[in-house]
């Protein structure tokens, strides 16, 4: 409990939104006779059943206590349930479910889960669309409005060749009425590439496994990001924001008033010529800056007359040109 609660206190610290944990308890959660599916090489036990008893051990009690010290640090509590029980006991602490991956078929979970009438995130690891259609339909009917659906590749860890960030913009297609985001199991870089490339292509939430101590044995921490890799992903989604700017309408800002002045050209004359003189295209050229008559008007300028002489290089304004008759 002491190190859930540093672990919040760091997720804060680094700028993240929410810590979310995980609600499970090994005899609801896998058969004995359920075999291992990550990297052995960095966690040995061969036995799903085995490995989640060694960290089952916190009670609702627990999560209470864990949800009222986020309140405290100011963070969003959640915690993804794996059984009935952690469906009931999290309800109250949380603003939304978070459902992980492998029960996207999970049917009956689904329905238990919608049936709260909250919010859900929803892991798509795996998943064909078809399997996400059902899940989602699922979730809707059973009284679920606002569903989140999450990118993710079901690796631990996700090699960068697998991680195939573009099916972001096929949910994004396939899902146009839905928010998308993504679920990152990839190694962590300096750049924090594959969560600033998922949030470019329009992930709304990002997940990532969290801890203190990425040198850590077991089957987690090696492919987690810690603190400095959470503050550089949170300064990086800023900076991107500042350079997305406000706006996708087009058009001139305040600070290139004085560009559109100074660096554009005008209408200038390319010799002197007399009061009375009619413009011919060999009398004109078009220099910076564009302070005179713009050479959008250029064949509005051909063929008037010159209401006074006008000397080579000086810049044309309106007033220096005889009104047309009308």
């Not at 359920?34 to 990297?39: H, K, M, N």
């Not at 990118?151 to 009425?177: F, K, S, W």
Request: proline share 5%; with cysteine.
């Amino acid at each position: 409990m002491d190190q859930a609660r540093r672990l919040i206190e760091m997720a804060k610290q680094g700028g993240a939104d929410a810590a979310k944990f995980q609600s499970y308890k090994a005899d609801t959660l896998a058969s004995k006779h359920s075999p291992a599916y990550w990297d052995t090489s960095k966690e040995p036990t061969q036995s799903q059943h085995q490995l989640f008893q060694k960290y089952d051990n916190f009670s609702p009690g627990d999560y209470i206590a864990l949800a009222e010290h986020c309140r405290q640090v100011g963070i969003d509590f959640i915690s993804t349930p794996f059984d009935d029980a952690a469906i009931e006991f999290l309800e109250p602490l949380i603003p939304f479910f978070k459902v992980a991956s492998a029960d996207i078929t999970n049917i009956p979970f689904l329905r238990k889960v919608a049936a709260k009438g909250k919010p859900v995130v929803l892991s798509t690891g795996a998943a064909t669309l078809g399997e996400i259609d059902i899940a989602v339909d699922t979730l809707a009917h059973a009284g679920c409005r606002d569903i989140v659906l999450l990118h993710c590749i079901l690796n631990y860890p996700t090699e960068n060749v697998n991680a195939h960030l573009r099916m972001i913009t096929g949910l994004q297609r396939a899902y146009p009425d839905r928010l998308v985001g993504y679920s990152d199991h990839t190694l962590p870089d300096d750049s924090m590439t594959s969560l600033v490339t998922a949030h470019l292509l329009g992930a709304v939430v990002i997940e990532k496994h969290f801890t203190h101590d990425k040198t850590l044995p077991g089957n987690d921490h090696y492919h987690a990001m810690d603190v400095h890799d959470l503050t550089r992903f949170v300064a990086l989604v800023d900076r991107i924001h500042t350079l997305l700017g406000p706006s996708e309408h087009k058009t001139p800002i305040a600070t290139e008033a004085i560009s559109r002045r100074n660096a554009r050209r005008s209408i200038v004359l390319a010799e002197n010529v007399a009061a009375g003189h009619r413009l011919e295209a060999a009398d004109l050229t078009y220099k910076r800056p564009g302070t005179g008559v713009s050479p959008l008007h250029w064949d509005e300028v051909l063929g008037r007359t010159v209401a006074r002489a006008l000397q080579e290089d000086e810049v044309l304004q309106w007033e220096d040109l005889v009104k047309p008759q009308r």
